[in-house]
């Protein structure tokens, strides 16, 4: 995948899944970096009206497995995420809010990502880490 063409290939892929429902939208993709964008709103808050912290965790879990799709040949293996973890540094209550991943380590079977998500205005939403593994898939 290359450029603008990363982007289409991501959006498509996710359709009809959790994270089409969030309303996630990848922005920009290039190798060890991942940019994403999720609403605020009826999908994604909590009943006192802020973001809720499970749909921020999938927001980093979702750029990160992104950014591991990117660096391997998905016709041999698959990516799954198998830790993360967030510290909720701050709220949004509506707009949008931007997450990016960037690769801390690469190795041949496993993957860490640093993923902060910030709010319209680049206020600190949450800092969290994503451990992705990389799965050989049978032939």
């Not at 009206?49 to 999938?58: D, Q, W």
């Not at 879990?61 to 698959?78: H, K, M, Q, R, Y």
């Not at 799954?80 to 190795?107: D, L, M, Q, R, Y």
């Amino acid at each position: 995948m290359n450029g603008s063409h990363k982007i289409l290939e991501l959006n498509a892929l996710c359709k009809n899944t959790l994270i089409d429902n969030l309303g996630i939208e990848f922005l920009s993709a290039k190798e060890g970096e991942v940019v994403a964008k999720m609403p605020v709103d009826a999908r994604t808050i909590q009943p006192f009206k802020i973001l809720h912290g499970g749909a921020s965790l999938a927001l980093a879990e979702t750029v990160a497995s992104a950014g591991s799709a990117l660096l391997v040949d998905l016709s041999n293996s698959a990516v799954v995420g198998i830790e993360v973890n967030g510290n909720h540094v701050g709220s949004a209550n509506s707009g949008f809010v931007i997450a990016t991943a960037i690769i801390a380590h690469k190795g041949e079977r496993t993957h860490v990502w640093n993923v902060e998500i910030v709010d319209e205005t680049n206020r600190k939403i949450m800092i969290g880490r994503v451990t992705v593994m990389v799965v050989p898939k049978k032939q």
